[in-house]
């Protein structure tokens, strides 16, 4: 009778859940998640490379600040960069805009400066693919609750990364509209993976892929836990970009994780 219900306990603890559940309890990790997020800051080290016709390299490093707000208690955090230096050489226009951005007015006013702000950043890109997809959050979207009937999942496939037993859950988005458009609005579907936690439901990595105009996309972010800090956070990115003659090639990583506060004399502390 031990025998039998050692067994019987045993295989109940191997039972292998469905995607659903395996999404429902990362979504609800990333709802959890996102509440954290506010004030959160870091520097961000982006080196992109771009392999051209007969072999010809292109290199460029980006320092910047890396943010994420959102203007009201119903809006999504949205993620930006703010670029302080190109190859080392200051942003000379850049002084004050986050005073601006933070401190500004109303809401509107905000929202049209971060897309202002989104845009000048994008220029800094090596490489004929203009792109705002490349941040290291854009897979969470992908999690949040009102988004995760967007996604056909597969089965989950139980994996170790670092050490840490995770579920592996393969996805593709099947709605339309699609989260990610082209330059023209043309809808991008995106696919790619999440790795799960099983203890939790944390997210340790992602990767998006998606295509449009034959230019291939591919965005694996890597999650970590810096010491001092109570949160996992995006530890680096590493993205390939293929464009027929061109290769893009990029890591960013993130360093310096702090948050600031908007006080009450109208000065940001970091």
Not at 164 to 169: E, G, K, M, T
Not at 210 to 239: F, H, K, N, W
Request: some cysteine.
């Amino acid at each position: 009778m031990v025998g039998l219900l050692w067994l019987a306990w045993t295989l109940g603890a191997q039972a292998k859940p469905g995607a659903e559940d395996v999404v429902a309890k990362a979504s609800a990790y990333v709802q959890r998640y996102e509440t954290q997020l506010g004030g959160v800051v870091a520097e961000e080290d982006y080196v992109q490379e771009v392999a051209g016709i007969r072999g010809q390299m292109q290199k460029r490093r980006l320092t910047s600040d890396f943010l994420l707000v959102r203007f009201s208690e119903n809006d999504p955090w949205t993620p930006f960069r703010d670029v302080i230096a190109v190859d080392g050489k200051p942003v000379q226009d850049r002084q004050d805009r986050l005073e601006r951005l933070f401190l500004a007015r109303d809401a509107a006013t905000a929202r049209s400066d971060l897309r202002r702000i989104a845009d000048e950043s994008a220029r800094y890109n090596l490489g004929p693919v203009y792109r705002t997809i490349n941040v290291p959050f854009l897979a969470l979207t992908f999690l949040r609750p009102e988004n995760i009937s967007r996604l056909h999942a597969r089965a989950p496939r139980s994996q170790t990364l670092d050490g840490v037993a995770v579920w592996r859950i393969d996805y593709s988005e099947r709605a339309r509209p699609t989260l990610i458009r082209g330059r023209e609005g043309e809808y991008v579907p995106a696919r790619g993976a999440f790795w799960i936690r099983q203890e939790d439901g944390a997210v340790l990595q992602t990767r998006v892929r998606a295509e449009v105009d034959r230019v291939g996309a591919d965005i694996l972010v890597e999650y970590c836990q810096p010491a001092g800090l109570s949160m996992l956070v995006p530890c680096t990115m590493r993205e390939k970009y293929d464009a027929g003659a061109q290769q893009i090639n990029a890591t960013a990583t993130y360093s310096n994780i702090r948050q600031f506060t908007v006080s009450t004399n109208e000065t940001i502390k970091r």
